[in-house]
């Protein structure tokens, strides 16, 4: 059951009670019960493991593109083929950089500039590569 409240003697009287009898003042009412409050977990950022492997897997990519050139070296009939495979494993690197790095920025990772790095590695080098494309073509 609700008290009100005598605001100059503090005393306690039930809900029917308007004024204090004893200094005449009114009464307040008892405040409002304040809804539970809500408890949220605290924001946790988590390591940035597919931010850094976005920006590793390119260069994983090059890496194992080297290894496969490598065997196709003495292979003069079969050079188009080695080359392709060259290209197919540095792109599989970099497209696999940005599918981490899309999942580096879901996840909130801290750091986010290496996902970000990651994700915008593929543009970059593709605009490196028209870039050199274009030097050549006027030179």
């Not at 539970?36 to 920006?55: D, H, Q, T």
């Amino acid at each position: 059951m609700a008290m009100n409240i005598c605001s100059y003697c503090g005393a306690q009287y039930p809900d029917d009670v308007v004024e204090c009898p004893v200094d005449r003042t009114r009464l307040l009412e008892p405040p409002a019960t304040a809804p539970a409050e809500v408890i949220r977990k605290p924001r946790v950022r988590r390591r940035p493991l597919f931010g850094v492997a976005s920006v590793l897997a390119p260069f994983v990519g090059y890496v194992l593109a080297r290894f496969v050139a490598a065997g196709h070296e003495g292979e003069s009939a079969d050079h188009l083929g080695g080359m392709f495979k060259f290209l197919g494993i540095i792109s599989l690197g970099v497209w696999s950089g940005a599918l981490l790095a899309i999942i580096g920025l879901v996840r909130r990772e801290k750091l986010w500039g290496f996902a970000l790095a990651g994700l915008l590695f593929p543009f970059v080098l593709i605009g490196l590569l028209k870039l050199l494309d274009l030097i050549r073509l006027f030179t």
